[in-house]
């Protein structure tokens, strides 16, 4: 059985600071790794996805890929009350399996 | 626009009345997918479809049903619902089960 852990939180983070949330793996042969942005009652939304090693930036989001640790993690620079919400680390399907493994998801709460 | 819907939004039905909830996206992707989230469970996927009349079971199938007559739709069918189904429901729909996927807007299903 394929895991993804995160940290529930919540995280808490000033305006204008960086937020890292984090995302580890179970299994090795995973090749595609996403960031979800989920607000209360709301569907996920895609915010990155990242399929190498090493940092993928894209405007305030940074995705940061370790195969050889089986970790991920979003970093989210000048943080903003709008980015308060619920973000979720989710795998690929692998291993002939064609089900992706979401984890539970990080509360991030930024104050101005 | 492309999208993912699904009808009803809202759904307060009793234990064993059947119901369908309908899926639909328009961006003519071949991978669907039915997903449950639960407080404290995370998003977990209920069944899946890469095509037309192929679908397969995801991580927590008892008690439902899916149909893939068309490429666009993918309804989710609860033939006796219990209140153990009473859940946070949403459709997905991506170009194959490895690559990021497009959500819709959930659907709120309460079983008395």
């Known amino acids: 059985q394929k895991e993804v852990e995160q940290n529930s939180g919540p995280l808490s983070v000033p305006e204008g600071a960086i937020a890292s949330l984090n995302c580890t793996y179970s299994?090795?042969?995973?090749?595609?790794f996403f960031w979800y942005r989920q607000y209360s009652g709301k569907s996920p939304e895609l915010i990155m996805s990242?399929?190498?090693?090493g940092d993928k930036e894209d405007g305030r989001f940074t995705a940061q890929l370790n195969k050889a640790s089986q970790y991920v993690s979003l970093l989210i620079r000048d943080s903003q009350p709008s980015d308060s919400a619920t973000y979720l680390c989710a795998v690929d399907a692998s291993g002939g399996s064609y089900i992706p493994t979401f984890g539970r998801g990080t509360s991030l709460i930024v104050h101005p | 626009e492309a999208q993912v819907t699904q009808n009803p939004r809202y759904l307060i039905t009793v234990t064993g009345k059947k119901l369908t909830v309908t899926c639909s996206q328009n961006m003519n992707h071949e991978y669907m997918s039915w997903y449950r989230q639960d407080p404290g469970l995370g998003l977990r996927q209920i069944y899946y479809?890469?095509?037309?009349?192929?679908?397969d079971k995801g991580d927590v199938p008892e008690g439902y049903k899916v149909s893939r007559k068309e490429k666009r739709n993918f309804p989710l069918i609860l033939e006796s619902p219990s209140p153990n189904q009473t859940s946070l429901y949403f459709c997905?729909?991506?170009?194959?089960?490895?690559?990021?996927?497009?959500f819709g807007p959930g659907t709120r299903l309460t079983v008395t």
């Open positions: 997905a729909s991506s170009s194959d089960g490895y690559y990021e996927q497009y």
């Open positions: 479809s890469m095509n037309v009349e192929v679908t």
């Open positions: 990242i399929y190498s090693n």
């Open positions: 299994d090795r042969v995973s090749q595609s």
